[in-house]
């Protein structure tokens, strides 16, 4: 049973501290096996909406409902859509949420389960995010969460690398996290010059379809992702990174790596397997790259090296889901480029 919080008595941090959870960082013997180093799991799924997004969405709700004189949180996404609306109950305020017309309908019924009012609108999730907006415009006292691009969504996940840092007792050797529209990448490198690991690696996974920080960072500018089919790893389908993650990834050491769907698909089958939890295909990209052993190639890890990984989610993803996508999958061919002054480069799959 969630109850609600007393909005009116409360700051913000203390509004925020009652809606994420304190995650368990697991070390993975698998994993470790497999890459010779020490592996740890920071299971953002085991989140009570199942993701890392009600960090981020969760600070900024916290805010707006004690600032603004909010009365009504509008979201769209789908992690998003479900974390506004887990937050929305818990700091009694009304949501309405958006999604676009290819989400599942269990999607659609979770989102409706934590109270929110959802729309099925827009092909995909821009044009989604226009119809929520044009919503607000019509609505007085709402007010809009992006999934992504704000300095409180920044803030609210940068307190993922807080608990690592308390976990962990040490300084790891890198971070692995995927990348869609840069927001958690933000906040995993503000989190980290918080805490004075500045030269910590990140390793920043996208799928060959959705990888607009391997291209912003290759071009030197943000760069749209090419329209193309929609990939299997939907969380991390945005059109463009945030400004904010490439600037950051420009004074922080971060490798971009591409994969193929084929790979993420074939990660969430083995995580499955090995660690019993169903992971959805984004946050399965993340592990991919030790499963077939591409971190080798990006970092010379020793058997004291520590390795976290993110795992970013398990909301969109299904059994039905994860045996028909791993029909569709073309062969792997990883790309990584370099961003930082630390980190090599290796372009065109040629490692």
């Not at 199942?50 to 600070?59: A, D, L, Q, T």
């Not at 789908?78 to 506004?84: L, V």
């Not at 060959?208 to 990939?231: I, W």
């Not at 600037?247 to 769907?261: A, G, K, R």
Request: with cysteine; aromatic share 6%; charged share 15%.
């Amino acid at each position: 049973m969630v109850t609600g919080i007393n909005t009116s008595t409360c700051n913000p941090r203390a509004l925020f501290s009652e809606l994420p959870i304190y995650t368990p960082l697991h070390y993975s013997n698998t994993l470790s096996s497999i890459t010779g180093a020490n592996v740890y799991l920071k299971l953002e799924n085991l989140q009570i909406c199942n993701s890392f997004k009600i960090r981020g969405v969760g600070y900024m709700c916290s805010k707006v409902v004690h600032e603004k004189n909010c009365q009504m949180l509008v979201s769209c996404g789908i992690n998003a859509g479900i974390a506004c609306a887990y937050a929305g109950k818990k700091l009694n305020t009304f949501v309405t949420v958006f999604v676009p017309i290819n989400t599942p309908d269990f999607i659609i019924e979770k989102i409706q389960n934590e109270g929110a009012n959802v729309y099925v609108k827009g092909k995909d999730i821009e044009e989604c995010e226009c119809y929520a907006k044009y919503f607000v415009e019509q609505n007085q006292y709402s007010y809009y969460i992006p999934s992504y691009n704000h300095p409180d969504i920044w803030e609210g996940n940068s307190t993922i690398i807080d608990e690592i840092k308390s976990q962990l007792g040490d300084t790891p050797d890198a971070i692995i996290t995927v990348v869609g529209g840069g927001g958690l990448l933000c906040g995993l490198i503000q989190g980290c010059q918080k805490v004075r690991w500045e030269n910590v690696p990140i390793i920043a996974v996208e799928t060959h379809n959705t990888n607009g920080l391997q291209l912003s960072v290759n071009n030197k500018k943000v760069t749209d992702v090419p329209k193309g089919s929609e990939p299997l790893a939907r969380s991390l389908n945005i059109k463009r990174i945030c400004h904010q993650s490439f600037t950051l990834s420009n004074q922080h050491p971060v490798v971009p790596v591409t994969i193929t769907d084929a790979m993420s698909i074939k990660a969430c089958r083995q995580f499955a397997d090995d660690h019993k939890m169903l992971i959805e295909p984004s946050s399965a990209a993340a592990v991919s790259i030790c499963y077939s052993n591409i971190i080798q190639e990006i970092l010379e890890l020793e058997p004291t090296s520590k390795i976290v990984i993110i795992i970013t989610g398990g909301n969109d993803i299904s059994l039905d889901q994860l045996e028909s996508s791993r029909h569709k999958c073309s062969s792997p061919v990883p790309i990584i480029v370099k961003s930082g002054n630390e980190i090599f480069m290796k372009l065109n799959g040629t490692i």
